[in-house]
């Protein structure tokens, strides 16, 4: 029997490992990326002999011995890579002068937690359990939920029962709704500010977990690189991946789709076809909005989605030295409250990469300030090119000075400054709205699962973060296996996995 072709649109993680996972399974596929390069948004860029990271800050399963682990290892991302798991998460500077010092060591976190705020100690010691007990969970990913039988939700029952109380706690409570439970004001202010205050804090909990037990550290290399690890796994296995092919229709059948038409109007057809692509634009767009029910459109209309960025990255002739290596750097208040891009702010966060040599030449450091912002603000002053350009320069202006005061000297050792907006993101990877990472989780959404398939709608599937709320690269990357799983069986045929060596 001949074996079927598929077609994935988009060669972001989750169209990569599409098509990685569908070549180890014997299907012929091939990805069409509108760019002119791998990764969508896990990347990188070079600016004057500065590499500016795109992305990654932590990866999950970076360390052996989690099912994640072994997901990275069959796509070819982490063989031979150095891990970098760093002591700090992020440092916070009050207005007074203290610092809360987010330890990626549980213990270490919480006897400094203890110091600073004695008064708080029963709250304290509830979220270190809570680490500690999350740090027993490991996420079920083998088996796509999607192939479950009978006996594998009984044994899914049986393997998350354990763990069912803690999940249900700490589910139900936003990042701020537990930080309004601290008496020390320095420990309420920074929790909402650590992470997104509306996040479930099971969301943090989990990952400090994973950093306790240094499985969620820093690939040395970036993003680019480690996107192209997985191109290079993919064209090893005879993958075929099309750059600079922006597809703009799903071609459909008798309510089957059927191939793709590129913007240079040629067509291309398969027996499957992936949309690894912006879940809006393919939905709305590329389908002509013919397979949206209620469900699906009151997704795009109701449920909230990461907020764009405003990502201003500075090359910075100074070592940083003194700075301690961390996830997410540091976060310290202002004299006067600033206002970019029509918002105010009173802190800035800033990441420093010091700790990835690979990105900068030796003395040298990128760093970078990221602000949520307004898509639609960006994407109207965009119609002016010199009102968008300048407005740019000004956000980086203020952010050079800003830091400036924070460690004097700065602004005269600044070569280089880039700056991308909510429009960049969406230009660059098609993401709606110019969001980093899809559906936002919160306490009501956080269980919520997708469907990767459109009602009514045959030989058409999407996988990536518009399918996999939360997004992220393992949700990617494991949207990608399970879609090969799903048509393995709807083929009748085992499904493979292979791990290639260094
Ligand atoms: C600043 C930042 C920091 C992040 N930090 C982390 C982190 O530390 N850890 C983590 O796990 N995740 C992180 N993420 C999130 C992570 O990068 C994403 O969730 C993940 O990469 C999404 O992968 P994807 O394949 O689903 O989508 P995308 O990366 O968006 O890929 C979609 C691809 O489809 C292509 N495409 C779109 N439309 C078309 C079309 N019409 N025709 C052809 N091609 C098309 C795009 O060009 C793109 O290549 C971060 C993201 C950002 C921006």
Redesign the pocket.
């Known amino acids: 029997m001949e074996n079927k072709s598929i077609i994935i649109?988009?060669?972001?993680?989750?169209?990569l490992s599409a098509g990685c996972y569908g070549q180890m399974n014997n299907y012929q596929t091939h990805i069409?990326?509108?760019?002119n390069m791998p990764?969508?948004?896990?990347t990188s860029w070079k600016r004057q002999g500065y590499t500016i990271d795109?992305?990654?800050?932590?990866?999950?399963g970076s360390t052996p011995g989690s099912d994640f682990y072994r997901i990275w290892e069959e796509l070819g991302a982490i063989q031979g890579r150095r891990i970098i798991d760093h002591e700090e998460y992020m440092r916070f500077e009050n207005a007074h002068g203290k610092t809360f010092i987010i330890y990626t060591n549980i213990d270490r976190l919480e006897q400094h937690m203890l110091e600073l705020a004695p008064e708080d100690k029963e709250v304290i010691k509830e979220f270190t359990k809570g680490v500690r007990d999350c740090t027993r969970i490991e996420m079920p990913i083998e088996k796509a939920p999607e192939v479950y039988g009978p006996i594998d939700g009984i044994k899914l029952l049986f393997k998350m029962f354990p763990f069912m109380p803690v999940l249900k706690k700490w589910s139900k409570i936003s990042i701020q709704d537990f930080a309004a439970r601290f008496k020390n004001p320095l420990l309420r202010e920074a929790f909402p500010l650590i992470w997104l205050p509306e996040f479930p804090i099971l969301s943090l909990l989990m990952t400090l977990a994973w950093m306790h037990k240094k499985t969620a550290g820093y690939p040395l290399g970036g993003s680019l690189e480690f996107s192209r690890s997985i191109e290079r796994r993919y064209l090893n296995m005879g993958g075929e991946v099309h750059y600079n092919?922006?597809?703009?229709k799903i071609l459909v059948e008798n309510n089957r789709a059927v191939g793709i038409r590129l913007e240079d109007g040629s067509e291309h057809r398969a027996d499957y076809i992936v949309s690894?692509?912006?879940g809006h634009?393919t939905i709305f767009d590329?389908l002509d909005d013919k397979y949206t029910n209620e469900k699906i459109r009151g997704y795009y209309d109701n449920l909230p989605i990461f907020s764009p960025?405003i990502?201003i990255a500075l090359g910075v002739n100074r070592s940083f030295e003194e700075m301690p290596h961390s996830v997410a750097g540091l976060s310290f208040p202002l004299d006067e409250p600033i206002t970019i891009a029509g918002k105010e702010w009173r802190r800035l966060g800033v990441h420093i990469y010091n700790f990835d040599p690979t990105l900068a030449k030796v003395g040298k450091t990128v760093v970078k300030v990221?602000f949520p912002s307004d898509y639609t603000y960006w994407k109207s002053l965009r119609e002016d090119l010199d009102r968008y350009k300048a407005e740019k320069e000004q956000i980086a202006d203020q952010v050079v000075a800003l830091l400036d005061r924070r460690f004097p000297g700065l602004a005269a050792q600044v070569e280089m400054h880039d700056i991308a907006t909510p429009v960049t993101?969406h230009r660059?990877?098609?993401?709606w709205q110019g969001t980093?990472?899809?559906w936002m989780i919160t306490p009501d959404t956080w269980n919520l699962r997708m469907s990767k398939t459109l009602l009514g709608l045959d030989n058409f599937y999407m996988v990536?973060?518009?399918v996999e709320p939360g997004?992220?690269?393992?949700p990617?990357a494991f949207?990608g296996r399970n879609l090969t799983q799903i048509l393995c069986k709807r083929d009748k045929r085992p499904f493979v996995t292979t791990v290639p060596q260094n």
């Open positions: 649109i988009g060669a972001g993680i989750a169209g069409f990326e509108m760019h990764g969508g948004l896990c795109g992305c990654l800050a932590w990866l999950v092919s922006r597809v703009i690894a692509a912006d634009a590329l960025l990502h990221m993101f660059y990877t098609g993401n980093f990472e899809g990536g973060q518009w997004g992220g690269l393992p990617a949207s």
